[in-house]
């Protein structure tokens, strides 16, 4: 071929092309961002909703409603989830997978702000939050102190956040858990009503004074000025003496205004605390923080250190720093096991290169740094991170891009044994295998290249692994077509025994004592041979129920949660009771290092598919960390979960993290039906039937419990009689208890705080303070409240959840040590089918089962992809149709070992494990290539039909078990200790390999004699 010709006799040029790969190589690898997962846009938002006061019915109506209703003509709209609870909501909308996430998200906003006159005045917060693993916070410190005061940990984690923001590498930084500062104005109902003033105006006109509106600019003379208001609040004093007269009656008593001092008590308070946080126990703040995209995790962690550590000189001795959790030390933890596993891959190729020599081996190992560092480089400048999913690929890489330059360097090697110099060896045997090379890298490129089409967020997570193959596989043809030729014409010996070195010899003579005698048989009974294969392979996909499939397995990392859920209902009290006792639980286990309570919501984000939960006084959290992630922590994780049995009146879930797409929980069940009664009836015996089955822990029915609310029963004939309009009654009852937003406050340091205006500061403790609360009617009396209402317990709903726009019920569950969810799915739903549902109502599978059909949906493309593109290349290299076909033949024989292999190291087959199909498609094709391509060749040359496949067999026998032991040799440390996301690809393709090249080696001959091609290429 003229490129390896080219590069043999200007072997100056191929030189510095060598070291141009490598210092380009060596350049990306230092500069390459580094992360633990990798970096990928989902294409979904969560539209956050609070309106005090309201219940989950009114959430539903006039909001969650509304902004379905405004999204749905959206294009590319997949799904769309609500949640309506007591004073707030969440709508959740999902996009297809390659949407523009920018463009998407300016067309949400877009739809939301068109529909914010129609919404509820009382909305206190309505935002749209892009959900995205590149915000995942890399790591999470307490400030911790049961002495300081809630003001002095805000204060002090609010200066560590900044500081971590003034690094470059940092996109945000937050502090958590703690009540916000604002200025309460504490309404005295005794004295608005002796003046007959109505709350809702002393917080209509503290909030309109607040406002700040520009003036304009005016000219005068040469100068120009902008014109200030008066508006916005400085200080305390400026509320106090705000002025509310002309409104009510009292507008100015005895020639005295009445100001905002006069009927409230305006002081500095704290929010009510929502939220509570601990670190091993003691009281605490924390601070996270993430890096921007594209980022090395080392080098911010750096500057995240050297920050830390010179703000910690600057904490009283009250306050102590904490360093939770760093997520650099796992992403170190990968890198160095994978950097293990790289090493041991070297010296196992190394050892199975040994037949060609040592300076052929030497030849060939230099394939393996110029290809790897050929390929980070080509990764980098692709915008690609160093991540666990593109190591992987560079592992697997290892063990096929060493494939071309054996292939190359034996028929150099052959051609010396022949005779030839080392100049026309390089060159005639180069040329004499380019073509085959070429068809097989082509193969192994089309078996990859499909999976960079897979759709949704699981192509997503896993793309970085096959275009680490691509990249480093189309490097090693390249090297082997140009630097092995010429080194090969340089340092191997002229004199080269015909017979080769000992361990050829020794090989040699296995392959003619055993391998050959059984093809010569083979070939007398080729029938036999080819139905004994087809049996092998059918009775091997029996073996896939017994297996099942699952999606992603557990990421093995040294952190877990343990969520905490009471009735809805419980106060922040009750939940930080039950949390306390989980703490205690922990305590006793010596291989935790800490533990992070939140009571009152989640933990903050510290793991790319695990959002955080929603603030709600019956729910909190615990981060937990490990000394070490080792084979006894799921032992562990069991015990702790016994442990945490003897706590009752809670449900505590113990969640490991999980490679791949975020799902609610592995087992899920979505009801779906128009009345939210009957949804609650049947949610009760689904969740009987999830109960009943032995494989599930956990079980969680959002319905299985109601709350008790007390309501205001308002006396309507009443109060029209005194003229007092209900809604006004209704929002004022929701101003007193709950409070409303009034602006806020702006210091002279530029920090702004929340205004809020309601009831006296025990109202919610204690009702008998409504007592005095009183409405004023058209006519200008004061009415007490106790005269239109009474107090009632009223059974309510905790939430509405809505799916795809109609009410449903989503319920969940965990899988047992040793169980399989898919198995389990299946046998909840055909009960639910035995069930039977009403007419209107029907069930739909979430969790695990619904991820795994979108996440499986492109598998079959990819495989219409790979099959027909390797027919393609395979028919415009053979020129035929049978050699095609047997060629091809081979593919149901690596099925057949790469099933074998799952089954018999307990593996399901999962997400991986089929891509590890797709590719074992590409490699195995590769070793038929070489022989049916060598048969044609001898068949040209004159030989007769059996004895052109007798020799064929024999001399590429060897070939083919070195690259075939190489791959296998490359991906065992992966398949060993790879752990549950690479270890089941790694052993398909090692079986496949394994099955392949021994079985295939006697059924490719034999179909060539039953199917002997045409000779005459097109």
Not at 3 to 29: E, H, P, R, W
Not at 225 to 234: A, D, I
Not at 391 to 399: K, S
Not at 784 to 803: A, G, M, V
Request: with cysteine; proline share 4%; charged share 20%.
């Amino acid at each position: 071929m003229k490129l390896s010709d080219f590069s043999i006799k200007n072997y100056q040029f191929t030189l510095v092309i060598f070291f141009l790969l490598t210092a380009i190589g060596i350049s990306a690898y230092q500069n390459i961002p580094r992360t633990e997962d990798p970096y990928f846009d989902i294409s979904a938002f969560r539209i956050n909703v609070i309106y005090p006061g309201a219940d989950p019915r009114e959430m539903e109506q006039q909001v969650a409603k509304p902004i379905e209703d405004a999204l749905r003509s959206l294009d590319d709209l997949k799904e769309m989830l609500s949640t309506s609870r007591n004073s707030g909501g969440v709508v959740f909308v999902r996009f297809d997978a390659e949407v523009d996430v920018d463009k998407k998200f300016d067309e949400v906003n877009r739809e939301l702000n068109s529909i914010r006159d129609q919404l509820p005045a009382g909305i206190q917060k309505l935002e749209i939050e892009r959900i995205n693993p590149g915000f995942t916070n890399i790591i999470q410190y307490s400030l911790v102190s049961e002495t300081a005061s809630y003001a002095d940990l805000a204060n002090y984690a609010e200066d560590l956040s900044e500081a971590f923001e003034r690094i470059s590498s940092v996109r945000e930084s937050e502090s958590w858990a703690y009540p916000e500062q604002q200025v309460r104005v504490s309404l005295n109902f005794k004295k608005l009503a002796e003046l007959g003033i109505q709350a809702a105006d002393v917080a209509r006109i503290v909030q309109g004074e607040s406002l700040n509106i520009p003036g304009g600019p005016v000219e005068e003379g040469a100068r120009r000025l902008n014109v200030q208001t008066s508006g916005q609040y400085r200080s305390v004093e400026e509320i106090r003496n705000t002025v509310i007269a002309g409104t009510g009656t009292g507008g100015d008593l005895g020639g005295r205004l009445v100001r905002v001092g006069d009927v409230a008590d305006v002081q500095w308070d704290y929010e009510n605390q929502e939220v509570m946080a601990r670190f091993n126990g003691q009281r605490a703040v924390f601070v996270t923080a993430n890096q921007k995209d594209e980022r090395n995790i080392f080098v911010t962690q750096k500057a995240l250190q050297e920050t830390a550590d010179e703000f910690e000189k600057t904490l009283p001795p009250n306050i102590k720093m904490e360093r939770g959790f760093e997520q650099y030390k796992n992403v170190e933890k990968r890198i160095d096991r994978l950097t293990f596993d790289f090493a041991l891959a070297v010296t196992l190729v190394l050892i199975t290169l040994l037949p060609l020599g040592l300076r052929a081996s030497g030849i060939v190992m230099v394939s393996v740094p110029l290809s790897l560092l050929t390929g980070l480089a080509c990764l980098y400048y692709a915008g690609f991170s160093l991540n666990q999913l593109s190591i992987a690929g560079l592992v697997v890489a290892l063990g096929l891009l060493v494939d071309d330059s054996i292939v190359v360097i034996e028929n150099i090697s052959r051609y010396l044994r022949m005779g030839y110099n080392r100049v026309d060896a390089a060159r005639l045997a180069t040329k004499q295998i380019s073509l085959a090379v070429l068809g097989c890298t082509a193969t192994l490129l089309f078996a990859f290249l499909p999976l960079l089409m897979l759709p949704d967020n699981a192509g997503k997570f896993i793309r970085s692994l096959p275009v680490a193959v691509v990249f480093t596989v189309i490097a090693s043809l390249f090297v082997a077509l140009t630097i092995i030729p010429f080194l090969a014409s340089r340092v191997l010996k002229k004199d080269e025994n015909e017979h080769g070195n000992i361990v050829l010899q020794k090989l040699m003579g296995l392959i003619d004592k055993i391998y050959t005698p059984l093809l010569h048989r083979a070939l007398q009974t080729p029938k036999t041979v080819v139905a004994a294969s087809l049996v092998l392979f059918v009775a091997s996909l029996g073996l896939a129920p017994l297996m099942g499939m699952s999606l992603f397995p557990k990421a093995n990392t040294p952190q877990f949660v343990i969520e905490v859920g009471l009735p809805p209902g419980s106060s922040l009290t009750a939940t930080d009771t039950v949390v306390k006792q989980v703490e205690n639980k922990l305590a006793k286990f010596e291989e935790i290092t800490a533990v992070m309570a939140t009571v009152g919501e989640g933990n903050p984000q510290i793991y790319y598919n695990v959002f955080q939960q929603d603030k709600q006084s019956n729910v909190g959290e615990l981060f937990v960390q490990l000394k070490e992630y080792n084979d006894d922590t799921p032992k562990l994780l069991d015990n702790i979960r016994n442990e945490l049995k003897t706590i009752a009146g809670a449900n505590l879930i113990v969640r490991e993290f999980e490679n791949g797409p975020p799902i609610d929980a592995p087992i899920g069940i979505r009801l779906v039906g128009p009345e939210i009664e009957t949804l609650r009836e049947l949610s009760a015996q689904v969740e009987r039937i999830m109960l009943a089955n032995p494989g599930t822990q956990n079980v969680d029915n959002p319905q299985r419990t109601g709350r008790s609310d007390l309501r205001l029963k308002v006396n309507f004939e009443k109060a029209g009689l005194l003229g007092v309009n209900s809604a006004e009654l209704d929002q004022a009852v929701r101003l007193a208890i709950a409070g409303a937003f009034a602006g806020e406050i702006r210091q002279s340091n530029g920090d702004a705080y929340t205004i809020s205006v309601r009831g006296p500061a025990g109202v919610r403790s204690n009702l008998s303070a409504l007592d005095d609360f009183h409405v004023i009617s058209r006519t200008g009396q004061a009415v007490p409240l106790t005269q239109l209402t009474t107090l009632e317990l009223d059974d309510n709903l905790n939430s509405i959840y809505r799916f795809d726009r109609e009410r449903a019920v989503l319920l969940t569950a965990y899988t047992r040590t040793g169980y399989n969810t898919e198995k389990i799915s299946n046998e909840i739903a055909k009960q639910i089918d035995e069930m039977g549902l009403p007419t209107g109502y029907r069930y739909k599978m979430a969790g695990e089962v619904k991820s795994r059909q979108e996440s499986f949906a492109g598998f079959g493309t990819a495989i219409l992809i790979t099959v027909f593109g390797i027919l393609a290349i395979l028919v415009l290299e053979f020129g035929s149709f049978k050699s095609t076909l047997i060629v091809l033949f081979v593919i149901p024989l690596g099925v057949t070992g790469g099933m074998v292999m799952l089954f018999l190291t307990g593996n399901s087959l999962s997400f991986t494990a089929m891509i590890g199909f797709i590719a074992l498609i590409g490699i195995e094709i590769k070793n038929s290539i070489l022989l049916v391509d060598f048969t044609n060749q001898l068949r040209e040359e004159g030989k007769g039909l059996d004895e052109s496949i007798e020799e064929a067999g024999r001399i590429r026998f060897l070939p083919i078990l070195l690259t075939s032991a190489t791959a296998v040799g490359g991906l065992l440390p992966l398949a060993l200790q790879g752990g549950g996301l690479y270890s089941p690809m790694a052993w398909v393709i090692i079986g496949g390999l394994i099955s392949s090249t021994f079985i295939g080696r006697l059924v490719t001959p034999v179909l060539y004699k039953l199917l002997p091609p045409d000779l005459q290429r097109t």
